[in-house]
């Protein structure tokens, strides 16, 4: 399967950053893309105005806007947003659409659903639960026959939701990310990313925001905003491709489902987990 990281600068005006996403996913399916990712926070970025005030549900207009560009372009789309919540508050939710085909590659039936955030970033002195109503359940889709686990962000720090995605059939796991710049951050974010694909002997395609400083942009202080680095990481936990730059880029890269069967079989982490591990009956094969 070939698949796309959009590394993009998202602002505070919803439309323009749908006019980005239209851009970016008309740029990789020209290349070939049948999945193309997003970061957290696509819809509006953190620190540029009230998230409440821009949420909407799964089938409001924007994220109808999105499911017509995954349409007509002819991919599956997972793009960061934010939906209404309880007291005020919103979800941190990852739109997923498009045509989710099957495993003969036909055309299959149209994906359009939402995974909301379950870990929020309480963390480096943001408190994301101030405005952000956690999820609380995982989440695994199917796209061309291959199980594909969903999280954002903060979720990267927790390795037991991993190895649920694959015990629930995942092979490759997605992180959509608006990654908080600071001392070491980079380094954590490769160093995560690793950890989590060897964890669950997935491939891992963690997508980031674009860094404001590098794009001349002022954001707000202390908001989490991004460092760019999307990257690729192999079920051997290796780093496959990366976007070295801070800035906006894309990434298209293939991932060969059989390479986890292959990885899964000589290390099985996920079948042999004992006492302190959840049973995983799935993830062996």
Known sequence: MRIAAAQILSGRDPQDNLRKVRERVAEAAGRGARLVVFPEATMRAFGAGRLDEIAEPVDGPWATAVAEVAREY??????????????GRVRNTLLVTGPAGNGAGGAGEDL?????KIHLFDAFGFAESDTVEPGDTTRVVTIDGVGIGL???YDIRFP???RRLAADGARLTLCSASWGSGPGKVDQWRLLAGARALDATTFLL?????????EGVEVKKGAPTGIGHSLLVGPDGTVREEIAAQGSGLLVVEVDDDEVSRIRKAVPVLANGRVTEEPAAEVGR
């Open 160 to 162: 037991g939701q991993y």
């Open 151 to 153: 999280s954002v962000c």
């Open 74 to 87: 002819g991919v599956v789309v997972v793009v960061g947003m934010f939906t209404p919540g309880e007291g």
């Open 112 to 116: 359009h659903l939402g995974y909301d």
């Open 206 to 214: 963690a997508v980031d925001q674009a860094d404001p400083e590098v």
